[in-house]
């Protein structure tokens, strides 16, 4: 073991001192904080990425070149433009604390292209509930001038959002922004439910919020061995998903999950498998990214960490057109409600059944449901003490 001699300890200084003045110059000295639809952006954040982004200081470099990079950017510069775009928020996201702020909350991701018809009803759902419980984030594009601008507990809820469509990577895009803003915006995040306009809460808040806090794993289905797969899987072109993901590890499930703090956070820092599934579709009927990306990423990441299962319950008999069925608002009444509830959510039989009977017995409880025509909102909303009676 060396001790540094006075010696040694001079030459590090000497090799030091600049590097600290190029630190100093490349970074901003103000700190200002905006919000942008409920969620707060630092501007010092921007700065710290920043920082990190430099490059790191390496011993042998001689200080010839450290003062060159000085006299090209002199003290007082403007700092380069800073991109606000998704790869920095979600490689910020990437990077927040793994430890949960107590008591743990949870994010309602609501991705939507459309008003939220149901809003009287989450208002409703949420009415009774303390803000130290949940956050709503809400993903909406397109927005027209002739938008009705949300209101309830989806006023100044929108995260900055960008086109999404079926049939394109768009829609996962816009559940990867949804988790970086909610993983941003509060260490207190614990869970977070991917939720559509044409969801419906099945439970109270009270239930929903026992249940999930009570899970260590995500609810996220995870099918192998689907009809249709190895058109999924091609769907870019028939080799386009390798060496990454073979067929053999491609998965299916639904687009709607609940991802734990730590889900969320491998999510938006996947940097290996998101490129794979980003490519544009050859094959648009086989094109549903959504339903592919997340069941198979958690699926080979941390096959542990999740139920195998989606918590929203939908009904696909009898479909052929890519839609589930609709429920119409003279359909509901509270006996659909019992039945939704009754079902028994499809677990992956990714080699989870094994002689565990844990497994075949276990039976989770659906807490939301879809798909609601919009009037449905008025038969619902009068049913409440139904809903909402855990
Ligand atoms: C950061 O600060 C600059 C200058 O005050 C401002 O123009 C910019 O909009 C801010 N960005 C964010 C994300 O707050
Ligand atoms: C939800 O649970 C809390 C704490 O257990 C309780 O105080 C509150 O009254 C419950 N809310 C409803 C609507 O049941
Ligand atoms: C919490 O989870 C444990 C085991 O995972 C289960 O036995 C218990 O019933 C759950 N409690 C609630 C309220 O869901
Ligand atoms: C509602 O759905 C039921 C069952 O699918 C159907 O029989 C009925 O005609 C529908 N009503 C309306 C108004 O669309
Ligand atoms: C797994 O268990 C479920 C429930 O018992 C059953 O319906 C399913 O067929 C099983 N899957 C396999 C592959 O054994």
Known sequence: MLSPTPLSLFCALLL????????????????????????????????????????????NLNNQ??????????????????????????????????????????AYLFLTTTPLPFAPLWDLYFNQTPKTLFNIYVHEYPKTTNTPPFTGVFADRAIPSKPSKRNTPTLSSAARRLLAHALLDDPS?????????????????????????????????????????????????????????????????????????????????????????????LDIRN????????????????????????????????????????????????????SLRKGRPRYGDDGTNGSDSSVTRRSHPFLFARKFSPDSVVPLLSITNVIFKD
């Open 65 to 106: 070149k450290i003062i060159a990079k000085i006299k090209i950017k002199p003290l007082g510069s403007p700092p380069p433009p800073l991109k606000e775009d998704d790869e920095q928020i979600l490689q910020l996201a990437s990077r927040v604390d793994p430890n949960l702020r107590l008591p743990g909350k949870l």
């Open 189 to 281: 995040n614990a869970m977070f439910a991917l939720l559509s306009p044409s969801c419906i809460p099945i439970h109270s808040f009270n239930f929903t919020y026992r249940t999930l806090m009570n899970s260590t794993k995500s609810f996220i289905e995870i099918l192998k061995n689907e009809k249709n797969a190895h058109g999924r899987w091609a769907a870019r072109g028939e080799e386009a998903m390798l060496p990454e993901v073979t067929l053999e590890e491609f998965r299916i499930g639904s687009q709607f999950w609940v991802l734990t703090r730590k889900h969320a956070r491998i999510v938006v820092g996947d940097k290996r498998l998101w490129p794979k599934f980003n490519q544009p579709c």
């Open 287 to 338: 094109c549903y990214p959504e339903e592919n990306y997340f069941p198979t990423l958690i699926r080979m990441v941390d096959p542990q960490g999740s139920v195998p299962a989606t918590l929203t319950n939908v009904d696909w008999r009898g479909r052929r057109d890519g839609h589930p069925r609709v429920y119409n608002a003279s359909e509901v009444e509270p006996g659909l409600i019992m």
């Open 16 to 59: 030091c001192l600049p590097l600290a003045i190029v630190f100093t110059v490349t970074t901003p000295t103000s700190t200002t904080t905006s919000t942008t639809g409920g969620v707060t952006v630092t501007n010092s954040t921007y700065r710290d990425t920043h920082a990190i982004q430099e490059p790191k200081p390496q011993t």
